[in-house]
């Protein structure tokens, strides 16, 4: 087995997978290391679905990678015939009373607006009885506002994370699965990765060094980097619809992020048959160690969850959870991505584009992460994540 490579990737998860198959795609000599077998349910890219929108209220800056991200997954879709992106139509909305922080935006909804204005993204602007009359499934205040976006919809992040790792292989990438990389270190003008499979170790040389570890990243970064990378435990719900399906299937419900006073809640339509459910979820803040996080969702939490969110809003699901499933976050100071060169080492590039909406931009960021590192510069504008930012 060769150990010498132009990039080495750790991780190959949503970010990692991306990296690799846009490295192949340009002809780079590429070793994937990834400590479990991807697509798993262990990191940040379980659960089945993401939501995907191209006008992104978390800031101006997504919207390229969103609109090239939707390019990309179509392009992929043709060359491995797998369902990765299903446009549904998608909900955006807030009351007046309430506002719409989430993210690290005061102004979410007003964000996402502003973003479909800039790049021509196509949308309507819903009043209360407006939204009411197009999904009558929700259970309306009085005092909403809303937007929608017909191209928004879902990523199957399993395939979408399968058909890059099928696409890097098949155009020459070497993928380690199931190697945990221990150490990634300066050697001469490169990099040395060392990585343990079954007790053994091997050496992995390389120009550059991707880290997407995503939960994991502060293994690689939290001596140089403390406090920028937090983990989060949270938790995915599928719960029962009381009557009929069709109210939730493709075409008559929507994706949706719905922002209340301190949380917001998001959910998908029902695509998993009768008894599948409809998959909701808010956002948690406990701070986890990812390798002893509790999988196990709790009775206590589904309860406080339809009691929180869902009674009272989706009246038409039932209070019996089908499934419920644990997922990590990595969450940063201002809820942005991270993706940068290490200010100390050029050879090693930081992928971390999470605190839950790194999804919908992977493919994307997948190669910008490759022009990082061939071309040393991305073409979409990725200034905004540097790291520099939390650095006084
Ligand atoms: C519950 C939840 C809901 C979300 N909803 C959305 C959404 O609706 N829309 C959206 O756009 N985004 C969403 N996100 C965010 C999105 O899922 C993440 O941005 C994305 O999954 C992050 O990908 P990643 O590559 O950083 O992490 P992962 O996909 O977890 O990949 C990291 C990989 O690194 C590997 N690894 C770690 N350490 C090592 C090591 N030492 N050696 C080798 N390999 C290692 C892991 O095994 C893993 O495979 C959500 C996230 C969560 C958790």
Avoid at 92 to 111: I, N, Q, R, V
Avoid at 175 to 201: F, P
Avoid at 343 to 354: D, F, G, K, R, Y
Avoid at 356 to 367: R, T, V
Wanted: charged share 20%; aromatic share 10%.
């Amino acid at each position: 087995m060769k150990n010498v490579c132009d990039v080495a990737v750790v991780g190959l998860g949503a970010m990692g997978s991306a990296a690799a198959y846009q490295l192949a795609k340009r002809g780079a000599r590429v070793i994937a290391i990834d400590r479990f077998d991807p697509p798993h349910q262990l990191g940040s890219s379980g659960g089945d679905t993401r939501i995907t929108r191209q006008a992104i209220g978390e800031g101006e800056t997504y919207t390229p990678l969103a609109l090239r991200s939707y390019e990309l997954w179509r392009e992929m879709e043709a060359l491995t015939g797998q369902d990765l992106l299903t446009v549904t139509g998608g909900l955006m909305m807030t009351s007046y009373s309430t506002g719409s922080a989430m993210h690290g935006k005061a102004d979410f909804l007003g964000e996402t607006i502003r973003a479909a204005r800039k790049y021509s993204v196509g949308h309507e602007i819903l009043g209360t009885a407006q939204i009411r009359q197009k999904f009558p499934q929700f259970n309306l205040f009085g005092d909403e506002r809303g937007y929608y976006e017909p191209m928004a919809g879902f990523l199957r992040p399993e395939n979408c994370i399968r058909a890059q790792i099928g696409l890097a292989r098949r155009m020459g990438t070497d993928t380690r699965i199931n190697h945990k990389v221990i150490a990634i270190k300066k050697e001469g003008s490169g990099m040395l990765v060392i990585a343990e499979y079954a007790g053994a170790r091997s050496y992995i040389y390389s120009d550059k060094v991707i880290i997407s570890a995503g939960a994991w990243v502060n293994d690689f970064l939290r001596s140089r980097f403390p406090g920028v990378f937090k983990i989060l435990r949270q938790c995915l719900f599928w719960f029962d619809i009381n009557g009929s399906i069709k109210p939730y299937l493709i075409g008559r419900f929507p994706i949706f992020i719905w922002v209340n006073s301190n949380n917001f809640i998001y959910g998908f339509p029902a695509i998993d048959g009768l008894n599948g459910g409809i998959k909701v979820a808010s956002e948690e803040t406990n701070i986890i160690d990812p390798d002893n996080v509790n999988r196990d969702v709790t009775d206590a939490e589904v309860e406080s969850v339809y009691a929180e969110h869902i009674v009272n809003r989706l009246p038409g699901l039932s209070p019996r959870c089908i499934r419920s499933k644990v997922c990590m976050y990595t969450v940063t100071p201002d809820s942005g991505f991270v993706i940068d060169f290490d200010p100390e080492n050029p050879n090693i590039i930081m992928a971390s584009p999470c605190s839950g909406h790194g999804f919908k931009h992977s493919a994307a960021i997948g190669e910008s992460l490759a022009q990082l590192a061939l071309d040393g510069r991305s073409k979409i504008d990725i200034g905004p994540f540097s790291i520099k930012r939390f650095l006084t």
